[in-house]
């Protein structure tokens, strides 16, 4: 327990633990290396090497059909300008987009290319363990 008492000119003294002086020497580490992070993002989203999105748009994310429909709508595209693009039909693009087809990786990294965003951008998580269809058991007769 720190110990608090004053010098003879009335400044306050603390008087702690090795133990917690080390505890506050780590909290600070972890603070100048929160700062520093945040210093990151922030000159990250400055250049525009990374987007922010307003919570309209999360919401529109989590909406959309896939990754995909969101960014395409984000950037202002029609599905044939977004073809056009990265050299597919209108028609493989709008399959992909409501994810009835799952596209190629070159297809994804060009339609990424075109839309400015990362190929893990575009691929959406797996269903989850609990989301997946559990096989049945089969009877014997």
């Known amino acids: 327990m720190p110990?608090?008492?004053k010098t003879p000119q009335g400044d306050d003294i603390v008087i702690l633990s090795r133990k917690e002086y080390d505890q506050l020497v780590a909290a600070a580490n972890e603070d100048a290396a929160d700062a520093e992070t945040l210093r990151r993002s922030i000159a990250r989203v400055e250049?525009?090497?990374?987007?922010?999105?307003s919570?309209?748009?999360?919401?529109?994310f989590l909406a959309a059909k896939t990754p995909l429909a969101f960014f395409r709508k984000k950037r202002g595209l029609s599905q044939d300008d977004l073809a056009?693009?990265?050299?597919?039909t209108q028609g493989y693009l709008s399959e992909i987009e409501v994810g009835r087809k799952s596209g190629d990786v070159?297809?994804?990294?060009?339609l990424a290319d075109a839309?400015?965003?990362t190929l893990d951008s575009l691929v959406p998580d797996g269903p989850s363990e609990e989301d997946a269809p559990r096989p049945?058991?089969?009877r014997r007769k």
């Open 106 to 110: 070159q297809t994804l990294r060009k």
């Open 3 to 5: 110990v608090m008492t």
């Open 55 to 60: 919570s309209a748009e999360v919401d529109a």
């Open 47 to 53: 250049s525009g090497e990374e987007e922010t999105f």
């Open 84 to 88: 056009k693009r990265a050299g597919i």
């Open 136 to 138: 049945s058991a089969k």
């Open 115 to 117: 839309l400015r965003v």
